[in-house]
């Protein structure tokens, strides 16, 4: 009996030639690319964290101090001779000659301290005026007690206690000598003060001549018209009462350097603004202009 023996196939199967495309090669590169970038970022920001003078320091630190001007044997930055030369071995140990190197100056990244520096002292300059503010409010604050004081302390003088007003404005402490109805500062149409009035204004002056402040003086009418002669109006007799405050004020120690500035307003700026024949806006105002103290402290009382 024959037997038939199968025959036996064996079939190899190909992959296609694109798996290759999917090896890991191309990650290697790409490791390569963001290792490279970091090292890139990373120097920059070393360049922006250092100051300058540690930058010339490094700059210093990998410049060469010397190099050879002879091209023989080793020869360039060695130095070095042919043994082939005469007197070679002679001096085995020679100093070459040192040739200076220009660098340029680094100027990348000033460093953070440098950086800071305007900061702080921007701060320095904002802390340095705040407490000048602080300190002149302190002397305007305290002005105004002593002449409140002062007026009380005087019997003959409390009955003015009402013609004296002071307040705090946007350019400085303002103290105002008004009439009151029945009391005036100053006879009408003159510039000659009552005794009363002298001495309100030399109680003025013993406090505003110890504060350090620069002054203005300003004299104020009613609307009420008046006209003298050869057109003598309000105005001029709000500047004349002015000026005569300002003469007194110096008689009475004010130094006259501090003066500042004098005007005669006439109506133009009433105390009582919704009356302007109101009496109380005939009087002379006198300002301790704010910010012109140089930092001196006042000596009041």
Request: aromatic letters at 4%.
């Amino acid at each position: 009996m024959t037997v038939k023996t199968g025959s036996v196939i064996i079939k190899k199967v190909k992959k296609g030639g694109h798996a290759a495309a999917h090896g890991g090669a191309w990650k290697v590169a790409y490791a390569d690319f963001v290792t490279a970038m970091m090292a890139f970022f990373l120097l920059l920001w070393l360049l922006s964290a250092v100051s300058q003078e540690q930058l010339e320091g490094i700059s210093n630190y990998f410049a060469p101090q010397a190099a050879s001007a002879t091209t023989s044997g080793s020869g360039q930055v060695l130095g070095g001779q042919s043994i082939a030369e005469p007197g070679a071995l002679g001096n085995p140990i020679k100093t070459p000659p040192l040739v200076a190197m220009d660098l340029p100056t680094p100027s990348a990244g000033q460093g953070s301290t440098d950086a800071a520096k305007p900061n702080d002292e921007a701060m320095d300059a904002e802390t340095a005026e705040e407490v000048v503010k602080r300190k002149e409010e302190e002397q305007f604050e305290q002005a105004e007690e002593t002449l409140r004081q002062a007026i009380q302390g005087i019997p003959s003088l409390k009955e003015l206690s009402e013609s004296l007003v002071v307040d705090d404005t946007a350019e400085g402490m303002r103290i105002q000598i008004v009439d009151q109805e029945g009391l005036a500062m100053f006879p009408r149409g003159t510039a000659e003060m009552y005794d009363h009035t002298q001495k309100m204004l030399a109680l003025v002056a013993k406090v505003i001549e110890k504060m350090p402040q620069k002054i203005a003086i300003a004299g104020h009418t009613d609307s009420t018209k008046f006209r003298g002669e050869a057109g003598y109006s309000n105005w001029e007799l709000s500047a004349d009462r002015a000026n005569a405050s300002r003469r007194a004020l110096i008689d009475m120690g004010v130094p006259e350097g501090r003066i500042s500035r004098v005007v005669g307003k006439a109506a133009e700026e009433p105390l009582v603004k919704g009356d302007p024949a109101n009496p109380r806006n005939r009087r002379i105002t006198i300002v301790l202009m704010r910010g012109t103290g140089d930092g001196q402290a006042a000596n009041l009382p």
